[in-house]
């Protein structure tokens, strides 16, 4: 069952990508896990890890029973190896998963002396994307140990703590980061020549923009830091920080355009208000479980706890965004009927519908369809994933800005008698808009 559990965390973890160090010190208390992952990385050739521990200690509940040092130790393994190996304990008595062959030990503690370090390291001469995990064959001793994992690469000559398939991010997020440098001036330019028809809304879209370059900058800074040394030096708080801002303006930016706030009416309704105050204290809760999920990694026992609240106020929020859309999409259907401004409200539902559309699609996208992918992807093409999560994000961003920018609104009067009945017949005849 151990093992059963050990994959599923395996599946979890890979469809959440994060901003890692590859030097990390994780303490474990009163653990008596038989197995505990302890991070996942790819190797490439010539890659090493190396694991130190430090105040190890033990206790059990069972007063004759007498640990065996060497039933204790650190080991790596595939994915693919897990299913092997659950099908090798059902069948060998006595198993010891740091005996199977199907794992690549990095050592086991032969000589147990409390309170004292040790150290041990393997070179990888099978490139491949591994995990790290602590394998206790005596379940029934609780051990307690701090633990400090350091996995890399070679590239060039230097180190590089990056996974294989990473190696690409520093860059890759430097260059969306001048994207979107490039669309925030575009974005003030457009509402500096549109000014007599800005809102409020085209205020907080600029400010979405600059949180997310900001967080793009902050993102290349730290897998830079990562990749030399082991650790962001602090660029991990920045990117927290900005991506927490960013998360919760994208999700008001949505529900706001969704009501039709500034569009449609300059006010919100009391559901309305409701949503956007449920969807903001969520996106708190959904930022703080994603920090505690990058920052204590797997081997901690609270860890899958954590990624269940994230995937739960996740789809929550996700869920909420699409209430006002649907409510503002029914309003402009009624309005048609009674307001005399078929044409008008014609294209603004086409355009809502649209929206709706396009914000199912890019929740869809980096939700399910991108850690989907990920989960399979070879891992050496692991950016490939971050690269089109990101490229989503602009492309909805783009439709968003582009739909919604400040623009007159005396193209709507200019309406003849002929568009006004056929955008009524069309209205009378089309279901297309219900939901």
């Known amino acids: 069952m151990e093992h059963l559990y050990a994959l599923f965390i395996i599946v979890?973890?890979?469809?959440?990508?994060?901003?890692?160090?590859?030097?990390?010190?994780?303490?474990?208390?009163?653990?008596?896990?038989?197995?505990?992952?302890?991070?996942?990385?790819?190797?490439?050739?010539?890659?090493?890890?190396?694991?130190?521990?430090?105040?190890?200690?033990?206790?059990?509940?069972?007063?004759?029973?007498?640990?065996?040092?060497?039933?204790?130790?650190?080991?790596l393994a595939r994915d693919i190896a897990f299913p092997k190996i659950v099908n090798e304990s059902e069948h060998t008595g006595d198993f010891c998963v740091l005996s199977s062959r199907y794992v690549k030990l990095v050592y086991r503690i032969e000589r147990f002396t409390p309170n004292s370090t040790y150290s041990g390291s393997v070179a990888i001469d099978d490139p491949d994307e591994y995990n790290l995990l602590f394998g206790n064959c005596q379940p029934?001793?609780?051990?307690?140990?701090?633990?400090?994992?350091?996995?890399?690469?070679?590239?060039?000559?230097?180190?590089?703590?990056?996974?294989?398939?990473?190696?690409?991010?520093?860059?890759?997020?430097?260059?969306?980061?001048?994207?979107?440098?490039?669309?925030l001036g575009l974005w003030v330019c457009i509402c500096i020549n549109?000014?007599?028809?800005?809102?409020?809304?085209?205020?907080?879209?600029?400010?979405?923009?600059?949180?997310?370059?900001?967080?793009?900058?902050?993102?290349?800074?730290?897998?830079?830091?990562?990749?030399?040394?082991?650790?962001?030096?602090?660029?991990?708080?920045?990117?927290?920080?900005?991506?927490?801002?960013?998360?919760?303006?994208?999700?008001?930016?949505?529900i706001l355009i969704g009501t039709g706030w500034s569009f449609l009416k300059p006010y919100l309704q009391e559901r309305e208000k409701n949503?956007?105050?449920?969807?903001?204290?969520?996106?708190?809760?959904?930022?703080?479980?994603?920090?505690?999920?990058?920052?204590?990694?797997?081997?901690?026992?609270d860890w899958m706890a954590w990624n269940h609240m994230f995937l739960l106020i996740d789809i929550i929020c996700c869920c909420s965004v699409f209430f006002p859309i649907i409510w503002s999409i029914r309003s402009l259907k009624e309005a048609s009927k009674t307001d005399g401004k078929a044409a008008r409200n014609l294209e603004k539902l086409t355009l809502f519908k649209q929206f709706y559309i396009v914000v199912v699609g890019y929740l869809y996208f980096t939700r399910i369809v991108g850690p989907a992918i990920g989960a399979v992807l070879y891992y050496r093409y692991e950016w490939l994933i971050y690269a089109a999560d990101e490229g989503a994000s602009l492309a909805f961003y783009m439709f968003i800005f582009y739909n919604f920018r400040p623009v007159e609104k005396n193209p709507y009067l200019l309406i003849d008698d002929e568009e006004e009945s056929e955008a009524r017949q069309i209205l009378e005849d089309d279901d297309s808009f219900e939901l």
Request: net charge neutral.
């Open 140 to 183: 029934e001793f609780e051990v307690s140990m701090d633990v400090k994992t350091e996995m890399h690469n070679m590239k060039d000559g230097a180190i590089d703590y990056l996974p294989a398939g990473q190696t690409h991010l520093p860059k890759l997020y430097l260059i969306f980061f001048l994207i979107y440098t490039c669309f």
């Open 194 to 254: 549109e000014r007599q028809s800005v809102d409020k809304i085209h205020i907080i879209m600029a400010a979405l923009l600059l949180v997310k370059a900001l967080k793009m900058i902050c993102a290349s800074e730290d897998k830079m830091y990562v990749s030399k040394t082991g650790t962001p030096h602090g660029w991990d708080v920045a990117f927290y920080i900005f991506g927490f801002f960013k998360g919760i303006m994208l999700f008001t930016v949505i």
């Open 275 to 301: 949503v956007l105050m449920t969807v903001i204290p969520l996106q708190v809760l959904e930022n703080i479980a994603y920090v505690v999920i990058n920052e204590t990694g797997p081997a901690t026992r």
């Open 12 to 75: 979890i973890i890979s469809s959440f990508p994060g901003s890692f160090s590859e030097i990390k010190n994780t303490h474990i208390t009163h653990d008596s896990r038989s197995m505990i992952l302890f991070e996942r990385f790819g190797f490439a050739e010539g890659g090493k890890a190396a694991i130190t521990i430090r105040d190890i200690s033990w206790k059990t509940n069972q007063p004759n029973a007498q640990l065996k040092p060497s039933s204790l130790g650190f080991f």
